[in-house]
């Protein structure tokens, strides 16, 4: 079993900053993807970025030159860095992670949300 923890959420106003934190924990061999995806109400979750095993990274074009991802093998983490926030990117931000275990394959988990709300 696997689960997908995040913190960091909370309210800022437009041009400032945040950290958002994911940490997988559980039956882990390897992880091949860890992302963040967020959603508003009414529309589909999008992908915001996300970091694959080979090393690379790809940015949602929204958040380009704003938004980084750093990940922490030893911490089986992934964190988001958001600075410039818009009231654009006001959304519940979810962690996904696709991740490898002997008895399940490769298996996809989702966390259970933590919400950025960007307003003056």
């Known amino acids: 079993q696997v689960r997908l923890m995040e913190s960091g959420g909370g309210l800022v106003q437009p041009g400032e900053s945040l950290r958002l934190a994911c940490v997988a924990s559980g039956d882990i061999v390897s992880i091949n993807i860890m992302g963040w995806y967020r959603q508003t109400q009414g529309k589909e979750r999008e992908l915001v970025a996300r970091w694959t095993k080979s090393g690379t990274t790809n940015y949602a074009e929204s958040v380009k030159g704003r938004f980084t991802v750093s990940r922490d093998s030893a911490r089986n983490a992934l964190d988001l860095h958001m600075e410039n926030l818009e009231s654009e990117d006001t959304a519940v931000y979810y962690c996904?992670?696709?991740?490898?275990?002997?008895?399940?394959?490769?298996?996809?988990?989702w966390g259970q949300g933590t919400q950025v709300t960007v307003s003056s």
């Open positions: 996904y992670a696709n991740i490898y275990w002997w008895s399940t394959g490769s298996t996809d988990y």
